[in-house]
Structures are given as C-alpha cells and as structure tokens.
C-alpha cells in the first residue's frame, strides 16, 4: 500500500513486487511482517530520516537502500525469537552519507553477519547504541565487535529527538551554517560530533543563541535533553 509519504507491505517474504525509486516525498517505510528484502528496491528517497527494521526480518539484499541523503539512524527492535539471525548483502545503504547510528534493543547479541567492504555496510563507520549493561556482550560477538564505538544509552534511540523537536523549556534548529538554540537563557549549552568529542559549551546569555558550525551531525544538549542536528 502507498500512501502520501508512507508506504507498507504485506506479511510474508518481499519479492517481486517492483522498484520504489525516485521517491521524493516518501518518509515512513512500514514492513510489517517481512521476512527478506530482495536487491534494488529503494533508491533516492531524499526525505526518509530512519529506518526500522521488524523483529522477523532475516535478511536484506544488495542495493536495497541506496543514495539516501538525509538517512541517519537504523533502528532494530527486539527480535522474534523465531528468527534469531539477521544478515545483510554488499552495497546494502551504498550513498548514504549522513547514516551514523544504529540501535538495536536486545540485551543479548542477536546472530548479525554481513558480507562487506568501506562501500557496503562498513561498520567502523557507525555507532552501535545498545540496552545498559549489554556493552561488553556485543563488543565480544561475531560482526557487532566490528562497529567503530558501541555506546550503552538503552538502544531505542528515545534518549536523543531529531532536530527541531521541542522540549519542555528549550528548541533548537539548525540553520545555514550552525544552529539556533532558543528558549535557553542562562543554560549551559553543550554541543559534541556524533563520536562524542566537544565543540563548544557555551552559557546562553539570550533568549535565542545561535552558535556557528561546520557542515556535519552534532548532539546539542541542554538540562538533561538533547537534539540530534545534521548542518549542512
């Protein structure tokens, strides 16, 4: 079924149901119950922000998504225990420049395998955010030891909203070339790259602040909150 920027499927095993390229207002992708995802069947879908990928997919084939720009994080809920693994083809999110999160909710490692290289899915290349206290197993495990950083934050990725999100007291948005914060006076601000290291902390002294930056993705955090921005 497709709708306006959304689009699902039926149960069972996905294949042979044609090409969903050239997408631009598509921002939701609903698999229900899939079981596979054959080869070269999303490609440039400008507007879609995530992924999440139901607890019985066991597999996806090669060039499946493919030049996503905006695509940042991947989510993996709990898995069915009926399909304990999960494997990925080559080229599987090839162009995908701003994907750097992955978020899995299991406490214990699910089987993952991939066959890869640096232009497939190359897992240096992202952060793993896993269940607290589950760290040290998926850093021991076949193909989850491989991600560049693994970070114990509860795994749902509930701890960090997308840019713009408003919180109770403060908002931020990005803008051309930086971001602005407002509805922070007198807060310390602080603002880190995705790999954990600081760029600027800062005492809003206004009601709304903005603070110059480089093109990339930063967590802005304010009392407790923070907000995932992607400046271009």
Known sequence: MVTDGYVSFAQGDFSNVGNFWDMPDLVEID????RSLPPYIFNDLPKLQELTFNASLKSIGQYCFRNMDNLQKIKFPKRDPQSPEFS?????????????DVYVEDTAPFEF???????????????????QGSKELYAAAP?????????EDGGSGAGIEDATADTATWRCTAVNGGVTI?????????????????VER???????????????????????????VCVK
Do not use: Q
């Open 113 to 131: 395998s991939f066959i890869g290289d640096e232009n497939a899915f190359y897992p240096t290349r992202y952060t793993l955010h896993v269940p």
């Open 143 to 151: 193909g989850w030891k491989e991600f560049g950083k693994i970070i």
């Open 182 to 198: 407002c509805g922070a006076e007198r807060m310390e601000i602080l603002i880190a790259t995705m790999d954990g290291k600081n």
């Open 88 to 100: 990925l083809s080559y080229y599987v999110f090839e162009n995908t420049p701003n994907l750097t």
């Open 202 to 228: 800062l005492t809003a002294k206004t009601d709304c602040t903005t603070v110059h930056l480089p093109a990339g993705l930063y967590i802005v955090s304010a009392e407790n909150h923070s907000v995932k």
């Open 31 to 34: 698999l229900v119950d899939v």
